[in-house]
């Protein structure tokens, strides 16, 4: 079970850096700390493209545009373009072009920008971007705990290639490599959405406030995740569970020491009247996933995945303060930049 730590320690670990956001590109660009934060994330980019490479996924490239998104990115607004007189939408998660890249490969991969709107107060949370990027993950035939034990894999190989061989970039940022030890010790920790919010005293038919996700991160000195999320509180992609109606197959990884939620995924709604059952149970309009139905009345393939949060894993691993220290080119919410 999770293990407790004091508060000073706590607030220690997740904000050792604490430094405005950037005038412009050349001050965050040529800042010693942004150099060595990104050199973690170049590491950690390589060694996890190695690992599911060996573990028999495909990269593919998915799409920044497309007539349709993820809808169910809570708080956020999407971002309408012009496409040849259509509207399109930036995309705010590959989710449903994972799906389809099934049909080619039963094992996939993307590393991809996504873009969210984020309501402007999130930009002091330290954990969100309205421009961000993530390690996208679907397989074909995977459970919800196959699909975990992959984003463990993800998180755990990231962590140990940059132990191993950040030494130096990791104490210059001041990082105590010693935290790692419980992140390498064995399975992650698993509690279900209806423990946590007993803990917090949470709602238990909606999303985890973020204000209580950060008190049962800093509870644990490892990654957990959180399951069975309540249907209503997801999208409709998030399969609901045949044997516990009203409960989804889905879940969160939720990193340690106060740094919050990392990833979500789920086994997928993959038949076609289930997926439009939910679309309408969730306030979309099925006419507007022409495509995307199409597809499934032929068939998907049965399959689980996930997203994980590249920015906030390189945080973690940094120890800096904000998500806009992991990124080259940060956009905070509401504020303009280059």
């Known amino acids: ?32 700390v942004t150099r060595d934060v990104l050199r973690v994330q170049h590491r950690m980019l390589m060694a996890i493209r190695a690992h599911l490479d060996e573990a028999g996924f495909v990269e593919l490239r998915a799409p920044i545009i497309g007539p349709v998104t993820d809808p169910g990115v809570r708080g956020a607004k999407q971002v309408d373009i012009d496409y040849y007189g259509r509207r399109y939408k930036l995309m705010t998660s590959a989710i449903l072009y994972k799906q ?12 991809a920008p996504n873009v969210r709107l984020e309501p402007p107060e999130t930009a002091d949370t330290g954990r969100h ?18 699909i975990m034990r992959v984003a463990q894999g993800i998180v755990v190989t990231a962590v140990r290639e ?15 490599t010693s935290s790692f030890q419980d992140v390498l010790a064995g399975p992650f920790d698993v509690m279900s959405h209806a423990d946590a919010v007993a803990r917090v005293d949470g709602d238990p038919h909606a999303e985890i406030a973020w204000s209580d996700e950060a ?4 509870q644990s000195t490892r990654p957990f995740f959180v399951t069975d999320y309540p249907k ?22 939720l990193l340690p020491e106060g740094y919050g939620e990392i990833a979500s995924g789920s086994e997928r709604e993959h038949e076609y009247q289930r997926i439009v059952t ?28 996930f997203g994980i949060g590249l920015e906030r894993l390189t945080r973690y691993v940094t120890g800096v303060e904000s998500v806009w220290q992991a990124s080259a080119y940060p956009k905070l919410p509401g504020i303009y930049s280059a």
């Not at 389809?100 to 590393?111: G, P």
């Not at 309009?285 to 597809?295: E, Q, R, S, V």
Request: charged share 30%; proline share 6%.
């Open 129 to 146: 971007l309205a421009e961000f990027h993530q390690i996208d993950v679907e397989a074909a035939g995977h459970d919800r705990e196959d």
């Open 162 to 176: 940059v132990a191993a061989t950040m030494g130096e970039e990791l104490a210059r940022l001041g990082r105590d």
């Open 232 to 253: 209503g509180s997801r999208g409709f992609y998030d399969r609901e569970s045949r044997e516990n109606p009203g409960v989804l197959r889905n879940f969160d990884l």
């Open 100 to 111: 389809a890249s099934l049909h080619a490969f039963d094992k996939i991969f993307c590393i």
């Open 278 to 305: 939910r679309m309408r149970e969730t306030g979309e309009n099925p006419a507007k996933y022409g495509w995307y139905l199409d597809m499934a009345r032929a068939g998907i393939p049965a399959s689980a995945g």
């Open 1 to 32: 079970m999770a293990t407790a730590l004091t508060e000073t320690a706590l607030t220690e670990a997740a904000a050792p850096h604490r430094t405005r956001p950037p005038k412009s590109p050349q001050e965050h660009l040529s800042d010693p």
């Open 215 to 218: 008190r049962l991160s800093r």
